[in-house]
């Protein structure tokens, strides 16, 4: 089955066009959204439970996500009342934290939401800085509107709980009712301009908007054109009162590792921060090794936050490794943080190598043995898909990745 699979066109749905099927199980019926497969799919749908009805047991292999619109639901884990938001994650990315649930999304409480400059609150919900994939639940009053959150060039889905929105995109508007959907990848944003992206409630009743950001360019939008450079002159240098710098040492395995994790915690004053951005460059003997681009996004007024960045490190000559182990602190980095266009922060670090296991260092990068491979093989089939989403009557909206029964 396939209903606006294509995730590369933007799409929209309103709640009274949607047709219900039945399922293989009684009492529960879909709203397709969108989907691509039959049972095992890549889908975003609507689910309608019947009074005492159930689904069996299933699984996940790529994840899945819902938000409890109607009713209390149940499954393994427990029982989600109206305005929860529950993510089961692909074990083999997020090895901690597999199971997230939010209760009560749309609840003002001070420690969780922040204000827009625009008005109304967004509250964050899930993030994944390594992705760049974001949940939102927005309360939007009469008259508010959100112009951008972090992520919209990633693409984005947007789903109005409650009251109207009207969605401006691309020169086009769209009134969004109770229940409808918007579907728009990367490069129909705009034409990846995320600040041309305005969602306003132009009615003169409270909105209540679910909305998810960045997680389509996995899927789609690849060719956009790359974020403009930042406003810094590298060819520049910086005077030293400017920046810190820091030494580091390493074994010379790390050299040889297909990819690095980095975390970072920081704390953020009283006001919101857009746009949190950190260019980094790696360079040996003035050379430029690598250049890396992170974008962290939206950071909550007055929160401490874990910024985790994945590094996919160049696969290294070997005398260019045995050239960085003979010339130790040779090897440099500059890391550059911005909000917006505007630099906040320079750090500049120096790498020492050492060899401390001979017999270990000597495996190539290239190396791999058959469970090596084939976790490989089943984490690029899995990056693939996470997807779902759900509603009740008892009710959710349903996300879902390669869902079997």
């Not at 109607?70 to 597999?98: I, K």
């Not at 994939?133 to 990633?154: I, Q």
């Not at 995109?169 to 109770?178: D, E, G, N």
Request: aromatic share 12%.
């Amino acid at each position: 089955m396939k209903v606006n699979a294509d995730l590369s066109l933007p799409a929209i749905v309103h709640y009274d066009e949607i047709t219900f099927v039945a399922s293989p199980s009684h009492g529960v019926f879909r709203g397709m959204l969108d989907r691509d497969g039959d049972e095992v799919a890549l889908a975003t749908t609507l689910v309608r439970y019947a009074p005492n009805s159930s689904f069996p047991s299933h699984k996940h292999d790529a994840g899945e996500e819902f938000l409890v619109l109607e009713g209390t639901f149940h499954d393994d884990h427990g029982a989600y009342p109206t305005g929860t938001y529950v993510r089961n994650e692909v074990t083999w990315m997020t090895p901690e934290d597999t199971h997230v649930v939010v209760p009560d999304t749309a609840v003002h409480t001070a420690k969780d939401w922040s204000s827009l400059s625009t008005g109304g609150n967004v509250r964050l919900l899930y993030q994944n800085a390594a992705t760049g994939e974001h949940a939102w639940f927005l309360v939007l009053g009469p008259g508010a509107r959100v112009e951008s959150l972090d992520g919209f060039d990633g693409g984005e889905e947007v789903f109005v709980v409650a009251g109207t929105v009207t969605a401006l995109y691309a020169s086009t508007s769209t009134q969004m009712l109770k229940y409808s959907w918007l579907r728009l990848p990367p490069q129909a944003i705009a034409k990846c301009d995320p600040s041309k992206t305005v969602f306003r409630n132009t009615s003169t009743e409270e909105a209540h908007v679910f909305i998810k950001t960045g997680h389509l360019r996995r899927f789609v939008g690849r060719d956009c054109p790359p974020r403009a450079a930042a406003k810094v002159d590298y060819s520049q240098p910086l005077d030293e009162e400017s920046y810190r710098k820091i030494r580091y040492e390493f074994s010379e395995d790390v050299l040889r590792l297909p990819t690095i994790m980095t975390s970072l915690e920081f704390s953020v004053g009283g006001k919101e921060v857009h746009g949190f951005r950190m260019i980094e460059r790696h360079y040996f003997r003035e050379e430029l090794v690598k250049s890396y681009d992170f974008a962290f996004g939206f950071c909550i007024p007055r929160s401490t936050n874990t910024w985790d960045a994945v590094y996919s490190v160049p696969a290294l000559d070997e005398d260019l490794i045995q050239d960085m182990v003979a010339n130790p602190y040779a090897t440099v980095s500059d890391s550059f943080y911005f909000v917006g266009d505007e630099l906040i922060m320079h750090n500049k670090a120096e790498y020492k190598y050492i060899v401390e296991d001979r017999a270990q260092s000597k495996r190539s990068y290239y190396d791999s043995d058959d469970e090596g491979d084939a976790k490989e093989r089943k984490g690029a089939a899995g990056s693939a898909g996470a997807k779902e989403a759900k509603e009740a009557k008892d009710a959710k909206w349903s996300k879902e990745d390669e869902y079997d029964d």
